[in-house]
């Protein structure tokens, strides 16, 4: 739990103060593919509404974003299975391509892809970090 | 089944309050609270800016940093014995066309510059600690020793948003410091911007420096005339296209800065 604050609270200062990649985004949609728990919308509505206001942005745009892309995330769980690369790789890049035309941000392909890269990696330390059914499930061949 | 309605409504919930949150701040009624939030967490976010710029930028003691210093201030002596020079001689013609600009300029920190690649790409717009409790509006434009920076674009309380001119959605008329030929500036997401809009038969060459038309308004509201924009590196001049085009960089390096200036006033 600590873990996943402390990740949270350096990943918003980050994104509000020295990079347009939309970290918390990524962080919250790689929580999401491994827990698949519901508390995480209370805590991207509460993320979003600090970056909104770290980043002049209308309070609740973040909020809303977040908790319909989170949404749809689960909506998918409950037809594929979404602890994949493959999904999360298609999942950051298509979110991320949302949210910089929403927060009208420039070179969205680019940042996208890096953004989906960025996904992609700490996907797979999470999964390192995580349990062995996670990574045989992710596509790990363990011996 | 029973699972899926369950996250259905805290989805719905959190959904609709967020968007209530969102009506009511687009109307400004979130605008106070907002701005004492911002009071209380901005702190951290420029350590972390700080820090970051910190490390990133080059050494203030490097021989480029200084060079680059050097011709900031030969562009600025250049622009205003230039503009001296069409003053004075506007006041043998009779005192035609004189114009005294008293400014009245904010100090305002950066506390927030997000950028694509920290510290390589250029940032994309700025979070200055100066709000309308000091006088800033939307519309005011931000320079550094006379170099045009951008335009505020946001504010509250006690920050704003200052959008670069190098930014997509940012666009200005301007004029060249030679021959007066004017134009359209935009931003291009990247350190350059384009020159358009420059006509056929006017002369406009590299190395060409442009300036602000100016757009003030009665409330003081606007870009100023002659701020520096940049220097023009390329032109592309076709007899077929019905204007001439051009790219321009600006002197200033965004990464670097720490402080700005506000224009509030005349």
């Known amino acids: ?143 | 089944m029973a699972k899926k309605e369950n996250f259905t409504s805290i989805f719905l919930f959190f959904a609709i309050f967020a968007l209530i949150i969102f009506t009511l701040s687009k109307f400004g009624f979130l605008s106070f609270p907002a701005s004492i939030l911002q009071k209380a967490l901005s702190p951290f976010a420029g350590s972390v800016y700080s820090a970051f710029n910190f490390f990133s930028s080059p050494s203030k003691d490097s021989t480029i940093s200084k060079i680059k210093e050097e011709n900031r201030e030969l562009v600025k002596k250049i622009v205003s014995q230039s503009v001296l020079q069409k003053e004075n001689s506007a006041l043998h013609d009779q005192f035609a066309t004189t114009s005294i600009r008293s400014k009245i300029l904010l100090p305002a920190k950066i506390i927030a510059a997000p950028s694509f690649i920290p510290g390589i790409s250029s940032p994309q717009n700025f979070i200055i600690d100066k709000g309308t409790s000091d006088s800033v509006r939307v519309g005011n434009a931000v320079i550094y020793k006379d170099n045009l920076v951008g335009k505020v674009t946001e504010a509250n309380l006690y920050f704003s948003k200052v959008t670069l001119l190098t930014d997509p959605s940012f666009s200005l008329t301007v004029k060249t410091l030679r021959t007066r030929s004017s134009g359209v500036v935009k931003g291009k997401g990247e350190k350059q911007m384009i020159l358009d809009n420059v006509l056929q038969s006017d002369d406009i060459k590299v190395s060409d420096i442009i300036l602000t038309t100016g757009d003030q308004d009665i409330k003081g509201l606007g870009l100023p005339p002659d701020l520096i924009v940049g220097k023009l590196i390329s032109v592309n001049k076709k007899p077929s296209n019905l204007f001439q085009k051009g790219e321009v960089v600006s002197f200033l390096d965004f990464l670097s800065l720490s402080t700005v200036f506000v224009v509030t006033g005349y």
Request: proline share 2%; hydrophobic share 60%; glycine share 2%.
């Open chain 1, 1 to 143: 739990m600590w873990f996943f604050v402390i990740s949270i609270l350096i990943l918003m200062l980050l994104q509000t103060s020295v990079t347009t990649l939309p970290l918390v985004l990524l962080f919250f949609l790689n929580t999401e593919v491994l827990s698949k728990k519901t508390w995480i919308f209370p805590i991207s509505f509460l993320a979003g509404l600090v970056l909104d206001v770290l980043l002049l942005n209308p309070l609740g745009k973040t909020s809303l974003f977040l908790v319909i892309f989170l949404f749809i995330i689960l909506l998918y769980d409950k037809k594929f299975d979404i602890k994949t690369f493959h999904f999360v790789f298609l999942a950051s890049f298509i979110g991320s391509l949302i949210y910089f035309v929403a927060f009208q941000v420039s070179n969205i392909l680019t940042q996208a892809l890096i953004s989906a890269i960025i996904a992609i990696l700490s996907f797979w330390i999470l999964i390192r970090l995580n349990r062995i059914d996670t990574k045989r499930k992710a596509g790990f061949n363990e011996t």
